[in-house]
């Protein structure tokens, strides 16, 4: 089983940038399909983004497209997370995950099987 640690949360003014880490550790790192979620207080767990084993291929949610980038450094087993034009909306607790979907880019919670523990980002107006 692959463990999850994630960095680089903080506090940003509304249109600044962060860029989340997600370092892996234990089985091999390009065998998932990487994703971010992330959880607002009271409201549900939501998808952010994901990437394929290789990087070749990405998906956003509509609310991220266009301001958020994933890749991942399969030499490094990490996966990023790049948030640029940071809005109060996307404050949240931020988690990567990993899947072993196959065939195709997972997008839903139930898909992935381990978690990190989170990191906090908070977007001031």
């Known amino acids: 089983q692959v463990q999850l640690v994630e960095s680089g949360g903080g506090l940003v003014q509304t249109g600044g940038s962060l860029r989340l880490s997600c370092a892996a550790s234990g089985r091999t790192f390009s065998n998932y399909p990487m994703g971010w979620f992330r959880q607002a207080p009271g409201k549900e767990r939501e998808f952010a983004a994901a990437i394929s084993r290789s990087g070749g291929n990405t998906y956003y949610a509509d609310s991220v497209k266009g301001r958020f980038t994933i890749s991942r450094d399969n030499a490094k087993n990490t996966v990023y997370l790049q948030m640029n034009s940071l809005r109060p909306e996307d404050t949240a607790v931020y988690y990567c995950?990993?899947?072993?979907?196959?065939?195709?880019?997972?997008?839903?919670?139930?898909?992935?099987?381990?978690w990190g523990q989170g990191t906090q980002v908070t977007v001031s107006s």
């Open positions: 995950a990993a899947s072993s979907a196959m065939g195709f880019i997972p997008t839903k919670s139930y898909e992935y099987h381990t």
